[in-house]
């Protein structure tokens, strides 16, 4: 590494945080100490549409820093600052500088290899790398299928899944038919539901997979998730494809862990566009009767945005409804201002 880092011009480089002349010193003592790693971070992650031409160059010493055992806290580094940089390349964004997709496809090999690593942790922190870096999928899917054969941790089985759907999600025509040829058995339903999320979507297989252990799922992740972001990725997956997605949510609505998530994106998506809110507003009498405040509130709501006055009467009836929603906001609070919006 001390050689190899002699041979570059960092006078010359512009990091996230000024020159990059630092980084030479910074990344050496990354090889013994953790001191560095808070200037390494500023150094070297902007927001999560930057990359600069000095990230790019110290690229290849970052993976070096991650393959060798004695590198401490290499699993933080990974995480951080590897799979920091991955987010912002893979986005597309101007501010990602020319020099990092080449930096990137180059490093892929070193990537890969360290997919044999004995620590799970490893594995997983390489293989969200790749997935969020994206690229080219062509060096990447025959060594995601010789580890799915070898693989044995659930989380990183299900990486190695969400590594795939990354680029199929993208329009990736290879991911999407290595997806479909993955032999997937019964007892792994979460990949099962991202194979399907990606492929043929069956809301079957995805309430499945929904309603069942999440903790492997929310396990993949170098970044905190929670059901919100579970959902939104499935979603995304799903895409504008012959399954709208729309089902899936309302299906959702009857299961209560995923009621908040469910309708929460159905709120966003109407407030965004109500082109299908006709779809959902036949449950109105139904909901607005239910006993949970959540879908009493919701439909109060929805009848307001679809301006379905033919429900006009049902709202009438919750204006002397008190129950709180967990925003604080009571049903019949609500239901008055929507009875005016209606005249």
């Given amino acids: 590494m001390v050689e190899a880092l002699k041979k570059i011009d960092w006078y010359r480089l512009r990091s996230h945080n000024g020159y990059a002349d630092e980084l030479p010193r910074l990344l050496k003592q990354a090889r013994t100490s953790v001191e560095p790693h808070a200037e390494l971070v500023a150094h070297l992650t902007g927001d999560e549409t930057e990359v ?12 070096d820093l991650v393959a060798h055992d004695h590198t401490p806290s290499r699993e933080w580094l990974l995480e951080n600052v590897c799979g920091a940089i991955a987010v912002a390349g893979g ?3 101007a501010g990602v500088h020319p020099s990092w997709p080449p930096a990137f496809e180059a490093s892929k090999p070193a990537l890969l290899a360290l997919l044999d690593h004995g620590s799970a942790g490893v594995r997983r922190g390489v293989l969200f790398v790749l997935g969020k870096g994206l690229g080219d999928s062509a060096p990447v899917l025959p060594a995601l299928a010789l580890r799915w054969d070898e693989e044995a941790d659930p ?26 040829e993955l032999p997937v058995a019964d007892d792994e339903p979460l990949a099962r539901l991202l194979v399907s999320a990606a492929t043929t979507p069956d809301t079957d297989v995805i309430l499945r997979g929904l309603t069942g252990d999440l903790e492997p799922f929310l396990a993949t992740g170098s970044f905190e998730m929670g059901y919100d972001e579970v959902l939104e990725h499935v979603l995304w997956l799903v895409g504008p494809k012959d399954f709208e997605g729309v089902d899936l949510v309302l299906a959702l609505v009857d299961v209560l862990p995923w009621r908040t998530e469910a309708l929460d994106y159905l709120r966003r998506l109407f407030e965004r566009d109500t082109t299908d ?6 449950f109105v009498p139904v ?16 009848v ?3 301006g379905a006055r033919e429900h006009r009467d049902l709202v009438a009836e919750r204006v002397h409804d008190h129950g709180v929603t967990s925003l604080g906001q009571r049903v019949s609070t609500l239901a008055t201002s929507v009875l ?4």
């Fill in 277 to 282: 809110v006709g779809l959902v507003v036949p």
């Fill in 52 to 63: 600069s031409e000095a990230t790019a160059a110290a690229w290849p010493f970052l993976l």
């Fill in 340 to 343: 005016l919006e209606l005249g």
């Fill in 91 to 93: 986005s597309g964004s």
């Fill in 287 to 302: 909901w607005i009767a239910d006993p949970d405040v959540r879908l009493r509130a919701f439909a109060v709501w929805l």
């Fill in 304 to 306: 307001g945005v679809a």
């Fill in 155 to 180: 989380a990183t089985r299900l990486c190695l899944v969400i590594v795939a759907t990354e680029f199929a999600g993208r329009g990736d025509e290879a991911a999407v038919s290595w997806l479909r």
